[in-house]
């Protein structure tokens, strides 16, 4: 399949005894984060990570279409392509990315959790919802051989209480990738100045076509012609 739609979940979940892992289990725990630290949603060593750094090969394009983290924690959510950060301030400083209170993660997520105590046991209780007031608009492109991180930052630690309770967050990005032909297709639209998204790509698919088309019916018409002169 040469364009696909993904969507990815990170949480900081992990089995007892390890930090990260590969595949979620419903025995996994919450693991402790630090304030202010950045953590790669895929290659980041905490909660749910993948086996190698998200790239492009020469032949891909990917188009990220949403992000989205929890309120919880006063975290927030950033795109980062090789190098450079996609959100900053507006005196082109740098900035930890588009908070959760703006994107939430899952939508009506609560923007801060208590801890209860009632009957001596502590459980989280939710404050809030949070509904989403911000769009990832224009979409973000990744081109052919960059890499890119989505970083979650916490701007608050993760261990609630006295009782030392680990708050459990998640973070989440959807995109398209173009692979193959429709990689190309997406390059030739991105130099048009064409949004670049499943329709637009089938579009140009079908002009092409359509083009080929018209080009081998003027080809036969003219072969006809001249042969009827003969």
Known sequence: MS??????????LAP????????????DLP???????????FIGGVGLNITKPAETTATQFIVIEDIACSP??????????????????????????????????PRGAPSTVTLDGAGG???????DNILKSFDLYPDVYVLPGQTFQILYTPLSSSTLGAAGST?????????TLYDGPDALIANKLLELGVTINPNNVDWYKRSL???QQRSAAASAAAMAATNGGV
């Open 3 to 12: 364009m696909r739609s993904q969507v990815y979940e990170w949480s900081n």
């Open 72 to 105: 919880t924690l006063n975290g927030a959510v950033q795109i980062r392509i090789n190098t450079t950060d996609y959100f900053q301030n507006p005196d082109v400083t740098d900035m930890v990315g588009i908070p959760g209170l703006a994107s939430p993660y």
């Open 167 to 175: 708050a459990v967050v998640s973070a989440f990005i959807k995109y």
């Open 121 to 127: 046991v502590d459980s989280l209780v939710d404050t």
């Open 31 to 41: 693991k402790a984060l630090t304030a202010n630290r950045e953590y790669d949603l």
């Open 209 to 211: 076509i359509e083009q």
């Open 16 to 27: 007892e005894g390890q930090e990260f892992t590969l595949r979620r289990t419903t025995a």
